[in-house]
């Protein structure tokens, strides 16, 4: 049928509007035939279809969805969609977003704006010179799950590049976010696909990461975190990474804003580096040293706090960096005082290299004064979220050993 001319006759019924939906299912099903679509007989194809859609007096739906489906067959192949005339397929794919088509109709056409865009520089300026950026953001945010991922696939691979860079906004950002937060209302998580388009946002226009949406997206990341697939993990923890890469450059407010919002993320993220795929735990390695933070530490109880005569009267007290010390309350039971007394530190970002200074004291006026000192290093709870061990006391007494049980914990409480 091809070989003997089938398709330009087709393509002439279409465009006299005679057995339209015939033909443009007739048109359709050859178009779909592999070998049919990599011959040179098609390229011609290209242009009268889109003058088709395009066309006021083309009325019948039906063949509406099959000349729009027979587009996207002819642009699986690439040559094809590199063509000089897919520029006219773009206009005439808009233009059919642009007409409140049904759902099955706006998942076609979007589709085939995918293979344009996804071989063509010039089929992206195509589209938006049309206005099909603000288009496919209205489908986003409006249509049905489907529809919608569709069109966030289709931000995705137009904006892989600078080739439409003055198109990314903001706005771009807030319709992305405001899918997700819909997603995460309707079903508990995120399809992947919207984060994915929001991290070409991010990683192709740096600009973007300081705007407001930005902002707000991260509540929903940490969600995604928590709740995703592993692709899903995965794509939040890549966006809030890239996010992170423009704190040193955003104003001050931003940076504190988001870092804030992030710290969320601290207990998932420590949990990642221990039990998540090998390949997570460098960007989450990253995040946790640049997230505020709580750092606490629980004196549980001292072991062998023995002197001569008497109980002792026992106190710790703890100094952390160039904070005013801290001091546990005084025991007086016996050679082993349980306090179980917690002490908390916020930070900015991690108490990176800083030690934990303890020394454990007596205020009995018989006996010695001093039980022993340690000093712990604690970087290890940021990375761990929890610590919890038996510190020797020093200089070691001849009694034999003594030792504090203490807890550390870093988190975003």
């Given amino acids: 049928m091809a070989e003997s001319g089938a398709i330009e006759a087709l393509l002439d019924l279409l465009r006299s509007h005679q057995c339209e939906d015939t033909a443009a299912r007739l048109l359709e099903v050859l178009l779909n035939n592999v070998k049919i679509r990599d011959s040179k007989a098609t390229k011609t194809a290209i242009l009268p279809l889109s003058q088709y859609l395009l066309d006021p007096q083309t009325q019948a739906q039906q063949a509406r969805l099959l000349a729009t489906l027979a587009l996207g067959d002819l642009f699986q192949n690439e ?86 860079q003055e198109y990314a906004s903001s706005e771009t950002v807030r319709a992305i976010t405001a899918a997700i937060e819909k997603d995460l209302w309707a079903t508990g998580t995120v399809n992947d696909e919207y984060l994915k388009a929001l991290n070409s946002l991010f990683n192709n226009f740096p600009r973007l990461r300081a705007t407001e949406p930005a902002t707000l997206s991260i509540p929903h990341l940490v969600t995604s975190l928590k709740t995703g697939s592993e692709a899903t993990q995965e794509a939040a923890l890549d966006a809030l990474f890239l996010l992170r890469q423009a704190w040193s450059a955003c104003p001050a407010e931003v940076s504190r804003a988001q870092s804030v919002a992030a710290a969320d993320a601290i207990p998932l993220l420590q949990y990642l580096i221990q039990s998540g795929p090998p390949r997570f735990q460098e960007k989450a390695e990253f995040l946790l040293q640049c997230l505020p933070g709580t750092l606490v530490v629980t004196i549980k109880r001292g072991n062998n706090m023995k002197q001569s005569v008497g109980n002792p009267s026992v106190f710790c007290k703890i100094t952390l960096g160039n904070t005013p010390p801290r001091q546990t309350k005084v025991i007086s039971t016996g050679p082993n005082p349980e306090w179980d007394e917690s002490f908390s530190w916020s930070f900015e970002s991690p108490p990176k290299g800083q030690k934990l200074h303890i020394s454990c004291k007596n205020k009995s006026k018989m006996g010695k004064s001093s039980f022993g000192k340690v000093t712990i290093q604690i970087d290890r709870v940021v990375m761990l979220g929890a610590v919890a061990g038996e510190y020797s006391l020093l200089p070691e007494s001849k009694s034999g050993p003594r030792n504090l049980e203490i807890e550390f914990q870093w988190s975003n409480k």
């Avoid at 063509?83 to 076609?108: H, I």
């Avoid at 995918?114 to 409006?142: P, T």
Wanted: aromatic fraction near 4%; hydrophobic fraction near 50%; charged fraction near 20%.
């Fill in 79 to 164: 040559a094809l969609a590199r063509s000089t005339d897919a520029a006219s397929a773009c206009r005439a794919l808009v233009n059919v977003l642009e007409e409140q088509p049904t759902e099955e109709m706006k998942v076609v056409a979007i589709c085939a704006l995918q293979n344009l865009v996804m071989y063509s520089r010039s089929n992206k300026r195509a589209v938006a010179e049309a206005g099909g950026v603000q288009v496919v953001l209205d489908l986003i945010s409006s249509s049905d799950p489907d529809t919608s991922v569709q069109a966030a696939m289709f931000v995705k691979l137009l904006f892989s590049n600078h080739t439409v």
